[in-house]
């Protein structure tokens, strides 16, 4: 059964940093491809990073220069570093796995597992 478990969300100001991080377990990081998403509140959820097994990375337009998407197959962890923060970037985050496919890393349809979620808020 794969789990993947958040943490790491936090208020932090405009300009900030937040790291978040995803322990899956039952999901072998170095095998499958990740990603991350957030969801606003009345917005659809939309994909920010991903990361696939090799460790190649794709980043949504608007957070390249801030975030950072990475992983520790060791560890099973996928990391989100988020610097320069800014209050649209405020939502719930969700970390996302799959086994294999077709890689459309800011795709929802391209993943099969998903985390429950932290929330980030960025006031101004």
């Known amino acids: 059964q794969v789990q993947l478990v958040e943490s790491g969300g936090g208020s932090v100001e405009a300009g900030g940093s937040l790291v978040l991080s995803c322990v899956a377990s039952?999901?072998?990081?170095?095998?499958?491809?990740m990603g991350w998403f957030r969801q606003a509140p009345g917005k659809q959820r939309e994909g920010v990073a991903g990361?696939?097994?090799?460790?190649?990375?794709s980043l949504r337009e608007s957070v390249k220069g801030r975030f950072t998407v990475s992983k520790d197959d060791a560890k099973s962890t996928l990391f989100l570093h988020m610097e320069n923060l800014k209050p649209e970037d405020t939502a719930m985050y969700y970390c996302?796995?799959?086994?294999?496919?077709?890689?459309?890393?800011?795709?929802?349809?391209?993943?099969?597992?998903w985390g429950q979620g932290t929330q980030v808020t960025v006031s101004s």
């Open positions: 996302a796995a799959s086994w294999g496919g077709l890689w459309r890393p800011l795709s929802e349809s391209a993943y099969t597992f």
């Open positions: 039952g999901f072998n990081t170095s095998r499958g491809f």
């Open positions: 990361i696939t097994r090799s460790g190649a990375t």
